[in-house]
C-alpha cells in the first residue's frame, strides 16, 4: 500500500515536500514514480526513481531544476521536493509503482504502473 501525503496551500514561490509512505514491502526495492492530475487534465508523470543502486531519477521538463525525487530507507518512503512553486503546479499528486526500471522513453505513461496511492491536493495561489 502507498500513502501520499503532504499536499496543502502554498503561495508562488513556495515550497512544499511530499511524502509517499510504503506499507507491506520495501520502497528501497521498487521503481517510484510521482504523477499529477490538474482540474479538466490528463494525469501526467512528473518524477521517477529507480531502485538501481544509483537511484536513476527523470523529471518532465516543467519541473526540472525545480522539484527533488528522493529515498529515506528508515522512513521506507519516497519524497519529492517542490520548491519555487508556480500556479501552474496546483493538481492531486499521485505516487505509483512501477514495473520496471525508470526509463526516460516511458516513466511518464501511466500503463507502466500498477500499485497507486490515494492522491494529494497542492494548490499553489496567492
Known amino acids: 500500500q502507498l500513502q501520499a501525503s503532504g499536499g496543502g496551500l502554498v503561495q508562488p514561490g513556495g515550497s512544499l515536500r511530499l511524502s509517499c509512505a510504503a506499507s507491506?514491502?520495501?520502497?528501497?526495492?521498487?521503481?517510484i514514480g510521482w504523477f499529477r492530475q490538474a482540474p479538466g487534465k490528463e494525469r501526467e508523470g512528473v518524477s521517477c526513481?529507480?531502485?538501481?543502486?544509483?537511484?536513476?531519477?527523470y523529471y518532465v521538463d516543467s519541473v526540472k531544476g525545480r522539484f527533488t525525487i528522493s529515498r529515506d530507507s528508515a522512513e521506507n518512503t519516497v519524497y519529492l521536493q517542490m520548491n519555487s512553486l508556480k500556479p501552474e503546479d496546483t493538481a492531486v499528486y499521485y505516487c505509483?509503482?512501477?514495473?520496471?526500471?525508470?526509463?526516460?522513453?516511458?516513466?511518464?505513461?501511466?500503463?507502466?504502473?500498477?500499485?497507486w496511492g490515494q492522491g494529494t491536493l497542492v494548490t499553489v495561489s496567492s
Open positions: 505509483a509503482t512501477k514495473k520496471d526500471p525508470c526509463y526516460l522513453s516511458d516513466y511518464r505513461s501511466r500503463l507502466n504502473y500498477n500499485y
Open positions: 507491506g514491502f520495501t520502497i528501497d526495492s521498487r521503481n
Open positions: 526513481i529507480s531502485d538501481d543502486g544509483d537511484g536513476t531519477s
